[in-house]
């Protein structure tokens, strides 16, 4: 006959530090993977782009402007332009509007980084607690 002893202990806390520190890790890789696939879509030329594709830039001042945060508490991404460099011109080209008194039509550049990479974002959790 063969005597076993087991003993468990409950690691509740450990876990879920564990969970949370895979959830910023992964987080962050889904934020910097759609920023650099947004970054990517704008082109630098002088010429306006066309409706409806992403928008050209003659510096590089909004691909540039891209930017990304992560709030380890909540466990939320925000990936844009960031205001104090352009201010709303990210918008008025994200969804069409008025900047500096000229009518932008709409071209997104966010949405369509995020539609691109959506289908490689579960992955990125995929054995992040360790």
Known sequence: M??????????????KRKAQQGNFKSLGHAAA????VAR?????????????????????????????????QR????????????????KAHEFGGKFRREHYPKRP???????KVKDRLPPMWAGSIR
């Open 2 to 15: 063969i005597d076993v002893k087991v003993t468990t202990k409950k690691s509740i806390d450990k876990v």
């Open 33 to 36: 993977t759609i920023r650099l």
């Open 40 to 72: 990517r879509s704008i082109r630098r030329r002088q010429t306006a782009a066309m409706p409806g594709s992403p928008p050209n830039t003659r510096r590089g001042q909004l691909k540039r402007s891209i930017m990304y945060a992560i709030d380890k």
């Open 75 to 90: 466990g939320v991404a925000l990936i844009g332009p960031d205001f104090d460099v352009i201010a709303t011109a990210g």
């Open 109 to 115: 550049f966010m949405g369509p980084a995020l539609e």
